[in-house]
């Protein structure tokens, strides 16, 4: 189940270059800390639905496209209510 | 920041019902509860990366299509890193 967060963080990390975004800039914009901006790119952070949203409009894209290709990941097990590692 | 979670909730619903699923039933399958699943589709659960994959599943849409519609919220103030009321 850590694929989805993957390529959530690929989407990430592209779209901040594409944007030529620092990870410090990128979570100062979302009142995140930087190691966790990089926590996420690294696929490593189950982050909330409310982070998803700041992170598109500062990267001004709709939230939508940092899910793309997610569906490919498995759900072999159930997600759960809090995150696990 | 509530109106992202909102549409998430709604988009949840719609898809939910259009699949003659109970909550109940796609709790399950998600391994949430019954009343967790409610609060999402009512708005108020800032639910992780990983409990949207899995409901896209449950549901049989990509995890994008959940997300459709959340960039007519506004991001006024931080996400944080946890989940606030």
């Given amino acids: 189940m850590a694929e989805p967060l993957k390529a959530f963080g690929r989407n ?4 901040r270059m594409q ?13 995140l800390h930087r190691t966790y901006v990089g926590g996420i ?15 598109a409009k500062a990267l001004e894209v709709p939230p939508s496209e940092l899910l793309r290709d997610l569906d490919r990941g498995k759900c072999t097990e159930p997600a759960g209510r809090y995150p696990r590692r």
Same sequence: chains 1, 2.
């Fill in 12 to 15: 990430v990390r592209k779209l």
């Fill in 19 to 31: 944007k030529g975004l620092s990870q410090e800039k990128l979570a100062d914009i979302c009142g």
């Fill in 41 to 55: 790119e690294r696929g490593e952070r189950n982050l909330g639905l409310r982070n998803v949203v700041c992170l």
